[in-house]
């Protein structure tokens, strides 16, 4: 399949991202939200874990959805459980077990991908129309494969890419790399670098409940100031049209 870039003034733009949304973040997710919402309103995308460590999503937490819902632009799938059960390799070390999608077998990603989008549709009234996987590693969940699944866009490190071939560059600010506190210190001053060098990337701040515990509140908030003194505003991806079927080509005549 041939990508595309997707037009876009990357100059004035950036966005915002909070990973693993569920209930047992309940209070990081609503620090984050009373900390930004004032800054950018609701334009920040919610990705939704649906049965964090296998603990599924229940009617005691519809309140909390119900914020979510109200309170974020996006709802993205992210993963079903988060952490993988099988296997391991170097970025499960890192990343404390939780690349979920790796060591995944076709039928056991096709059923958490249907598992996951049943749980999202039946709380928030509709599927979630992009994904992003656990510490960015897709396993075998690549673009096709969402698109069978009604997400048309995935979320990665360093570009979204579309069930059509298209191509978002970003350039993220990470906090939470790993349970070791120099490599989430180098995850944002590597996102300082990218911000400064890759002029043709979406600045992307990704946001994780462990930084608040790990104390980078202050440095998030200061890099979203930054970036809006710096004349650029916050949009949400499914606001460029990403999210969308792929549209057959047209046939001649």
């Not at 997710?29 to 004032?38: G, H, R």
């Not at 995308?45 to 979510?68: N, Q």
């Not at 099988?86 to 077998?105: F, H, P, Y």
């Amino acid at each position: 399949m041939m990508s595309e870039p997707i037009t876009l003034d990357y100059s004035r733009v950036f966005c915002v991202m909070l990973h693993d949304v569920a209930p047992i973040y309940e209070r990081h997710v609503a620090q984050f939200t009373s900390t930004l919402a004032p800054l950018i309103g609701n334009q920040m995308s919610a990705a939704v874990v649906p049965c964090w460590d296998g603990e599924e999503l229940t009617e005691k937490d519809r309140p909390f959805l119900e914020r979510v819902k109200a309170e974020y632009g996006n709802i993205q799938l992210h993963g079903f459980e988060h952490f993988r059960r099988k296997g391991s390799g170097w970025v499960s070390r890192i990343a404390d077990g939780k690349d979920e999608m790796n060591g995944l077998d076709d039928a056991e990603t096709d059923w958490r991908l249907a598992e996951g989008q049943k749980i999202l549709t039946r709380w928030f009234g509709e599927p979630a129309r992009g994904f992003i996987a656990p510490t960015y590693n897709i396993g075998l969940a690549t673009p096709e494969r969402l698109a069978r699944f009604g997400m048309h866009y995935t979320v990665g490190y360093k570009r979204v890419i579309t069930s059509d071939g298209q191509q978002l560059p970003l350039s993220s600010w990470i906090w939470d790399v790993s349970p070791i506190r120099f490599l989430c210190l180098l995850g944002y001053r590597y996102g300082q670098l990218q911000y400064r060098f890759r002029r043709q990337a979406c600045p992307c701040v990704v946001l994780h409940p462990l930084d608040l515990d790990r104390g980078f509140l202050p440095q998030i908030e200061r890099t979203v100031t930054r970036l809006l003194r710096a004349g650029r505003q916050p949009i949400l991806l499914e606001s460029l049209g990403l999210g969308q079927p792929l549209q057959p080509k047209a046939t001649a005549v």
